[in-house]
């Protein structure tokens, strides 16, 4: 069983960063690849960003790709997403999502296990 806690969130003008932190609890997170995923109203959830286990590997959309930077600390039980050049259209609900035992990349949403309660992301022009 992993716990998450999403962190992080805010208003933010257009241009600017945020950085959002996802705490997990349970030994056996180094062994989870951590995805943020974000819902807008009316949207489905979508992928953003994922990282492996290990931290040697992430993989972004298209949409983020560039802007956003997924990292983590396994001794820590965190995992970041660093956001810079933020727009109004990242404006969503972001949440942190933990999963064993996949392919990689998996980016859909179903795959993952466990997840976090969300932080809102509100990004003003």
């Known amino acids: 069983q992993v716990q998450l806690v999403e962190s992080g969130g805010g208003l933010v003008q257009a241009g600017g960063s945020l950085r959002l932190s996802c705490a997990a609890s349970?030994?056996?997170?180094?062994?989870?690849?951590m995805g943020w995923f974000r819902q807008a109203p009316g949207n489905e959830r979508d992928f953003v960003a994922i990282?492996?286990?290990?931290?040697?590997?992430?993989y972004y959309a298209d949409s983020v790709k560039g802007r956003f930077t997924i990292s983590r600390d396994n001794a820590k039980n965190l995992v970041y997403l660093q956001m810079n050049s933020l727009n109004p259209e990242d404006t969503a609900v972001y949440y942190c999502?933990?999963?064993?035992?996949?392919?990689?990349?998996?980016?859909?949403?179903?795959?993952?296990?466990?997840w976090g309660q969300g932080t809102q992301v509100t990004v003003s022009s």
């Open positions: 349970g030994r056996t997170f180094s062994s989870y690849v």
């Open positions: 990282i492996a286990s290990s931290g040697g590997s992430t």
């Open positions: 999502a933990a999963a064993r035992g996949i392919m990689w990349p998996t980016i859909r949403p179903r795959d993952y296990d466990y």
